[in-house]
């Protein structure tokens, strides 16, 4: 069971904005940044967004990211059918000091 | 470009010992601001962080709560890789297993490994 909560699935339609949420606490989220990571199937996790809000080289700015006290949301618009597949959020615990992803959200492009 | 090549093997018994190593190109297990990472991935599990290594003037480790009492982390800097040890093996440690960077972030990945803990 995953500390960092996020929905199981989320769907939207080419063009269309998503946003998906990844819950945490105080002790990880509310305090350390979250990063987010794409998921192709067969492909090791690529990373998406880093330090809550910040784009590496290479990704469309299409994807953004963004934090609230304990909350933090991915958000994709002009959703395309390419985007179809599993995101997850991940932050340092500092109460376990380890790492933790949340369970990980499969997106559907209808 | 920063590489990481995973080897090992991909069927483990259980109550052995699961190892793998991973050998890096394009940077250096010493790094005084990388940190060296095991992730698993499993169907039941998803991503699962198991530990870490890294130098700041002295070597550290971090190992998850989950692990903690079966995992080693270890450095061979003269190779520039680094291994990690699972003892004790079951089939709930069946997964695909990845060396990862990270710098605050993960941003390297190995190849990935799967590794199917049966008899």
């Known amino acids: 069971q995953s500390v960092l909560t996020q929905p199981p699935s989320a769907s939207g339609t080419p063009g269309q904005k998503v946003t998906i949420s990844c819950s945490g606490s105080?002790?990880?989220?509310?305090?350390?940044?979250v990063t987010w990571y794409q998921r192709l199937p067969g492909t090791a996790p690529k990373l998406l967004i880093y330090?809550?809000?910040q784009r590496p080289s290479g990704v469309p700015d299409r994807f953004s990211g963004s934090k609230s006290g304990t909350s933090a949301s991915l958000a994709i618009s002009g959703l395309q059918s390419e985007d179809e597949t599993d995101y997850y959020c991940?932050?340092?615990?500092?109460?376990?000091?380890?790492?933790?992803f949340g369970g990980g959200t499969k997106l559907t492009v209808l | 470009q920063v590489q990481l090549q995973q080897s090992g093997p991909g069927l483990v018994k259980p109550s052995q010992t699961l190892s793998l190593t991973c050998a890096i190109s394009?940077?250096?297990?010493?790094?005084?601001?990388?940190?060296w990472n095991w992730i698993r991935q499993s169907p039941s599990r998803g991503l699962e962080w198991l530990g870490r290594?890294?130098?700041?003037?002295?070597?550290?480790?971090d190992y998850a709560v989950s692990v903690k009492s079966r995992i080693t982390i270890n450095r061979d800097t003269f190779k520039n890789q680094f291994s990690l040890q699972l003892n004790s093996v079951t089939p709930e440690d069946t997964a695909v297993y990845y060396c990862?960077?990270?710098?605050?972030?993960?941003?390297?990945w190995g190849q990935g490994t799967l590794v199917t803990v049966s008899s």
């Open positions: 990862v960077r990270s710098l605050g972030h993960f941003d390297y």
């Open positions: 394009g940077d250096s297990v010493s790094s005084n601001s990388a940190a």
């Open positions: 290594t890294y130098y700041r003037s002295k070597w550290y480790s």
């Open positions: 105080t002790s990880n989220i509310g305090s350390n940044a």
């Open positions: 330090n809550n809000n």
């Open positions: 991940a932050a340092w615990d500092g109460s376990l000091s380890g790492w933790l």
